[in-house]
C-alpha cells in the first residue's frame, strides 16, 4: 500500500533528494521550465555573457607584461618575463607566452585587453576584493545582490527587453555576482545533474500532490475545515506542485536536446570541461544568457613561475577552444567572454620567489569587439605613483560592467550599477 504523502515527506524525500544540484528555492525548477520553453524562444539573435573569474588575485603584471617599461625589471629581478618569451601587444607590453593559444582571438580582432582596471580605495582581502567585484557595490552594507543578478531582475521588469536567465557552472557556492532578488539561478558542475533520476518517483509524488491540492479545494468549497488535509501548508503545497510539475516535464525535454560534444577537442580540466559544457548548452538552444564559472589557483605568494605559467595555460587553451567551438557552431557574434580577478599583484617580487596581494589588473575581453587589442594607459610604475607598492588604477570596474550591459546584453546600466560609469565602447552594440 503506498505511503500516504504530506508536506514533510515531500520536503524529505521527495523533491529535496530529487535534483543533485545546489539551488536557491525554485531556481531549479525556474531554470528546467527555461530549458522546457526553450523552443519557444527566438535564441539566435539574443547575446550571450560568459564569465570567467581567476579566484586567487591574478599577476597581472605577469599576464599583461610591460617589459620595457621602466619599473618592471626593477621590481621583477628573479619573476621577470623576457620580450623575447611574450606574445606581442605593443612594443612595450607583451602577453604571457602561456597565453599563445589566445593569438588568434587577438589577431582576428576578438580580444581586448583593458589595462589599469580597479576601483577607489582597493581591498587587498580575497573576499572583500570578491564581493566588490561580484556586487558591483564599494558599501559592504550593500551586498544583497550581485550586478548580474540585479541585470536578471530588471530584464524581468521590462517588456521591450528579452529575459535573461543564468546558470553558474563550477564547485563553489552560488556567486556573489549571480544573487538577485526575482530571479533563482542554479549552480551545477556537470550536466547530469540537470537531469533527474530514471524512476518515476516525482511523477508519483506530482500525482499526490494533485491529489492532495484537490483535496484541499473541495474542502474549501463545502466549508468544512475539518477536512483539510493533516499537516497542509497551502503556499507550500503550491509551491511543491509546481515544482514538481516541471521538473517532470523539463526533465524529459533535456533528454531530447541535443548535447552532444562537438568536434573542437577541449583540454581535460576543470575549466575546459565547464566551458564545453557551456558550449553544449548554448548550442542546444537554451534561453539561458549568462554563465559563470571560474578558475582557481592564483594566489601565487611563492614559487609562483612555474604555477602561473601552468594555471594561463589552462585558461587559454580552455578559452581558445571555446572561441573556437562558437565559431564552428555561427555563434561567435552572441557570445563575449569576461576574464577578471578579484585584484592583481604588488610589482615587487616577495622573498619566496612569488608575489603578494595587489590591487589594478588586467581584464580580458574576447568577443564582438569595438576596441581590440591594448585599451587604456599601463599604470605606471615609477616608485613616486605606486600606492603602498600597487600600481594605481585608472578605469573602473564598473565601466566595463556598463559596456557589458548596454552594448551586449541591451539593458541600461544605470539602474544596475547606479550613476557614473560611462560605457567605454569596448563592444560593438547589440
Known sequence: MMTPINRRSLLKTGLAGAPLISVGAGSFPLFLQSTANAAKWD?????????????GGNDGLNTVVPHKIDGYSRGRRSLRLGASTLIKLSDEIGLHASLKPLEKSLNDGRLS?????????????????????????????????GWLGRAMDVSLESSSKSRISGVHIGSRNLPLALRARRTDVPSLERLDQLQLK????????????????????NSKASAKPEMMPENSDNPLLGFVARTTATAVASSKKLADLDTKPGTVKYPATALGSRLELVSRMIKSGLDTRVFYTGLDGFDTHANQINVHAGLLDQLAVSLAAFESDMSEASQSDRVCVLVFSEFGRRLAENASMG???G??????????MAKKGLVGKHPSMDPKDLNDGDVMYHTDFRRIYADIL?????????????????????????
Open 113 to 145: 585587453v583593458i589595462q589599469g582596471v580597479g576601483y577607489p580605495n582597493p581591498d587587498r582581502s580575497h573576499f572583500r576584493s570578491m564581493d566588490i567585484w561580484e556586487s558591483a557595490r564599494l558599501d559592504p552594507n550593500e551586498l544583497q545582490t
Open 198 to 217: 530514471g524512476d518515476n518517483s516525482l511523477t508519483r509524488m506530482a500525482a499526490e500532490v494533485d491529489k492532495m491540492r484537490l483535496v484541499e479545494t
Open 359 to 368: 590591487a589594478a589588473a588586467p581584464v580580458i575581453l574576447t568577443g564582438p
Open 355 to 357: 608575489t603578494d596581494h
Open 406 to 430: 548596454t552594448n551586449h546584453l541591451g539593458l541600461d546600466p544605470v539602474s544596475i550599477l547606479g550613476t557614473g560609469f560611462e560605457p567605454m565602447g569596448l563592444i560593438k552594440k547589440a
Open 43 to 55: 535564441t539566435k539573435g539574443e547575446k550571450i555573457l560568459v564569465v570567467i573569474q581567476l579566484l
